[in-house]
């Protein structure tokens, strides 16, 4: 069964920096890309970033781009997703989702979410 | 980036009768669609993707159909499980986007 479990998430004040994690378990890990999507309260889902299966490619979404590093460890089963300079308008449930591929494809399967609030 | 746009953004059905969503791309993203469906306090699940595949464990009440732009969702017979918000997804080009949502409700 694939599992996808964040943490890290909680209250930060504007400029301040969090780092999320989320470990995966139940499927070939560095086979797949990895990426977070967020929810701002009672708003629609926003991409934010993908890691390839090898992490040797990112992308970012450009509200985010400069300011968030997503990373991954295959060893530990984890990928990361430093956020730095946060803003009141970064608040949201971040999701850690799997892809399909190595490289693109569809969500197939999403953690729960954990909650970041930039607020002071 | 491809904006995707999806109509209307809240659909009134009854039980058992059928639901049709519509989601609309900027630009073409051939097949490379997906439909996901979120329940209050959960994360999205995939239903939907290469625009008309379901995902596994996918009831076949639920159908996907359209490529290039325009695209559909359609659940044949609301069952009580059903009523949810529900997202379209592009994969197909850099930003992924997502489109509003159409909540289905009774």
């Known amino acids: 069964e694939v599992q996808l479990l964040e943490s890290g998430g909680g209250l930060v004040q504007p400029g301040g920096s969090l780092r999320l994690s989320c470990v995966a378990s139940g499927f070939s890990f560095s086979s797949y890309a990895m990426s977070w999507v967020r929810q701002a309260p009672g708003k629609g889902l926003e991409w934010v970033s993908v890691?390839?299966?090898?992490?040797?490619?990112?992308y970012y979404a450009d509200s985010v781009k400069g300011r968030f590093t997503i990373s991954r460890d295959n060893s530990k089963n984890t990928v990361y997703l430093q956020m730095n300079s946060l803003r009141a308008e970064d608040t949201a449930v971040y999701y850690c989702?799997?892809?399909?591929?190595?490289?693109?494809?569809?969500?197939?399967?999403w953690g729960q979410g954990t909650l970041v609030t930039v607020s002071s | 980036e491809i904006v995707m746009t999806q109509s209307p953004a809240t659909l009134s059905v009854s039980p058992g009768k059928r639901a049709t969503l519509s989601c609309r791309a900027s630009q073409s993203v051939t097949i490379n669609l997906a439909w996901y469906q979120q329940k209050p306090g959960q994360a999205p699940r995939l239903l939907i993707y290469?625009?008309?595949t379901r995902a596994t464990g996918i009831p076949a009440r639920i159908s996907g159909s359209g490529s290039g732009t325009e695209f559909t969702l359609t659940i044949s017979s609301l069952q009580s499980e059903d009523f949810a918000v529900y997202y379209c997804q592009q994969y197909n080009n850099w930003p992924l986007t997502f489109g509003g949502g159409t909540k289905v409700e009774i």
């Open positions: 890691v390839s299966g090898t992490g040797d490619y990112t």
């Open positions: 290469g625009a008309s």
């Open positions: 989702a799997k892809r399909s591929l190595l490289v693109g494809g569809e969500f197939d399967y």
